[in-house]
């Protein structure tokens, strides 16, 4: 079935040491999108690309950084995580003209 | 700023009992708005609304948009403990940038 993946689903990393999120899609969607969604919160975008485009928030932090080194890949790259940055992690695709966006499950991170 | 905002925040209700949660917005570039249901997981994909009056139904989930009046609703009769969830709406700017903005989202919680 043609689904959106991520790995892990569970992370737990000590404060300031880098950690990697893994996004794969099977969808050949070309948009892929990061979201960042603490307890109790909705969902805040991240960045997103659309294809090779790489689309920052404003307010993304400079500690988040992402690649894409195929369409079907996106990583997200924590450089040095903090205490807040305690959360799930989505990432999500889509096709540019339908606007719909298919969800993973989500990495659940704990930093320590 | 997009602004997207949901009422209730939680709702509590009995099995058979007939829910209607709303979503206003107030967006520079409407292009669509989204309803997802959130368990203790990822958001599913529920609806997309683009045109005002015309209702979405998915079994007992029905949805309509009301452009003028910048609002939607989520209906969902004879409730069952499955549907206690999250249910997020959410806006999609138009343009190329495809970012989704997120209200907070209504708890609805169905009791036995």
């Known amino acids: 079935d043609a689904m959106v993946i991520q790995n892990p689903r569970y992370q737990v990393t000590q404060f300031g040491k880098p950690v990697t999120l893994s996004c794969s899609q099977t969808l050949n969607h070309n948009v892929m999108y990061w979201y960042q969604q603490k307890s109790s919160q909705a969902p805040k975008l991240l960045f997103h690309?659309?294809?090779?485009?790489?689309?920052n928030e404003a307010d993304t932090p400079d500690n988040f950084q992402s690649r894409r080194p195929n369409t079907s890949f996106c990583f997200l790259d924590i450089r040095s995580p903090g205490l807040g940055d305690t959360a799930m992690y989505l990432c999500a695709t889509s096709t540019g003209l339908a606007g719909e966006q298919y969800f993973g499950p989500g990495t659940r991170l704990t930093v320590t | 700023e997009d602004k997207v905002v949901q009422s209730p925040l939680s709702l509590v209700v009995h099995e058979g009992d007939t829910v209607t949660l709303n979503c206003s917005y107030e967006?520079?570039?409407?292009?669509?708005l989204l309803w997802y249901k959130q368990e203790k997981k990822a958001p599913t994909f529920l609806f997309m609304l683009?045109?005002?009056?015309i209702e979405k139904k998915s079994g007992r989930l029905s949805s309509i948009l009301d452009k003028k009046e910048l609002f939607s609703i989520l209906n969902i009769t004879a409730t069952q403990t499955g549907d206690s969830a999250v249910y997020l709406c959410?806006?999609?700017?138009?343009?190329?940038?495809?970012?989704?903005?997120f209200g907070k989202g209504t708890l609805l919680t169905v009791n036995p």
């Open positions: 959410a806006h999609r700017t138009g343009g190329s940038n495809y970012k989704l903005t």
């Open positions: 683009t045109s005002s009056g």
């Open positions: 690309y659309y294809d090779k485009d790489f689309n």
């Open positions: 967006v520079t570039n409407f292009r669509s």
